[in-house]
């Protein structure tokens, strides 16, 4: 069975949500040696590699191989895993799959990150090209030109060149084949998985503006453009691509907006939101995903103890309008004007007894205009 299967790797929990992991041409799993123990913290990541690639058998493919066909590889793949529904990220050659998937089998993509990649790859003849130059030459010779195709001048990760030297040559051509006749733009608008587009700045191979294409056309996507990368994003700069998958995969901008409004309550985040500048929105969007949507969005502590700490640290740093708000999500989180008293004369013990006479007149403030507005009298 496993020479008609995709090699691949596994991490992560078994009941974690799955998240398969496509490779770019001539490269193998260990592209994303930097990024998939991360975020196997939060999912069953599977890793594949292209046919003739890594450990993957040679024969999974043949001549005149498209797209299509390594797609339904990674279902088998998947089928064989007994994942019936998945995220899915993938480079370059990789992405194409994920883009074939999502518009072709929408009911098994559940979440769809494209890296330096595109929706058409400049046509047949340079791939035609690049075929009949391996299954004549073999590898040796373009392996030697990697560097510059993959990274900025002066990074290598000799693995991975190592990967594409040592490749099955008729293998590598045949994904030349799948690459020269892929073209899915007029299926992108079909895409309904939410979709994230990853550019490198300084890639040759899939420039920004091929990703913004897909970006255009696929409703409800959004892209992000990394400095300092090249064709191989997450082997360059792997801080950066992980934390655009993070984001993407485990939703903290949408979940920590929803904790934002339970917890502010709906009045304030609006009018913050109303108030937000193409200047202010970048800091809006970290606010939302990593104050609220990893912080805060953590079971460890409840809401009612993070309000606790939360006045005690703004206290301490004299954020006192920052405190006023704060103590009105204290109350929305269920503590008492007492249990907020109680905090208060804790902060004059360890943050000095002028800081909590301050934080004191607010918290009166405060509390007294709620109790003006549930009184209908006033």
């Not at 009949?132 to 993959?150: H, I, P, Q």
């Not at 990368?229 to 485990?250: M, N």
């Not at 008293?341 to 013990?349: F, K």
Request: glycine fraction near 8%; include cysteine; hydrophobic fraction near 40%.
């Amino acid at each position: 069975m496993t020479d008609k299967l995709l090699n691949h790797r596994v991490e992560g929990p078994p009941s974690a949500p799955p998240l398969l992991l496509g490779p770019s041409l001539g490269t193998s799993t260990r592209l994303w040696d930097k990024v998939a123990p991360e975020l196997s913290i939060t999912h069953r990541v599977i890793r594949w590699d292209l046919p003739g690639h890594g450990d993957s058998p040679a024969g999974l493919i043949a001549p005149g191989a498209t797209v299509g066909d390594l797609a339904a590889l990674v279902l088998a793949l998947a089928d064989a895993l007994g994942v019936e529904r998945f995220a899915y990220a993938g480079v370059s050659l990789g992405g194409a799959v994920g883009l074939q998937l999502a518009a072709h089998h929408p009911e098994r993509v559940s979440s769809l990150a494209v890296i330096c990649s595109s929706a058409h790859f400049n046509g047949a003849k340079p791939w035609r090209e690049r075929a009949e130059l391996v299954r004549r030459e073999g590898l040796a010779g373009l392996a030697e030109s990697a560097d510059s195709r993959w990274f900025t001048p002066g990074f290598t990760v000799p693995e991975l060149v190592d990967d594409h030297r040592n490749a099955d040559p008729e293998a590598y051509a045949a994904c030349c084949d799948a690459l020269g006749a892929f073209d899915i733009r007029e299926d992108l608008p079909r895409i309904s998985a939410p979709t994230l587009l990853v550019a490198g700045r300084q890639d040759p191979a899939t420039p920004p503006a091929q990703l913004r294409e897909i970006a255009d056309a696929v409703p409800g996507s959004s892209l992000t453009e990394i400095p300092g990368a090249s064709h191989l994003a997450p082997a360059e700069r792997p801080e950066a691509v992980l934390a655009a998958l993070r984001g993407h995969f485990d939703g903290y901008a949408k979940r920590g907006m929803e904790v934002r409004r339970q917890v502010l309550g709906d009045a304030h985040v609006d009018r913050a939101q109303s108030r937000q500048t193409p200047f202010t929105a970048r800091f809006q969007d970290f606010i939302s995903r990593y104050a609220w949507g990893e912080i805060w969005t953590d079971p460890t502590l409840s809401h009612r103890e993070r309000s606790m700490i939360t006045l005690t640290a703004l206290v301490a740093h004299g954020h006192y309008d920052e405190l006023a708000m704060h103590i009105r999500a204290a109350r929305r989180n269920g503590l008492t004007p007492e249990e907020i008293g109680a905090v208060l004369l804790q902060t004059a013990v360890y943050c000095g007894v002028p800081a909590a006479n301050s934080a004191f007149a607010t918290a009166q403030r405060v509390l007294a205009e709620e109790d003006a507005d549930r009184d209908p009298t006033t």
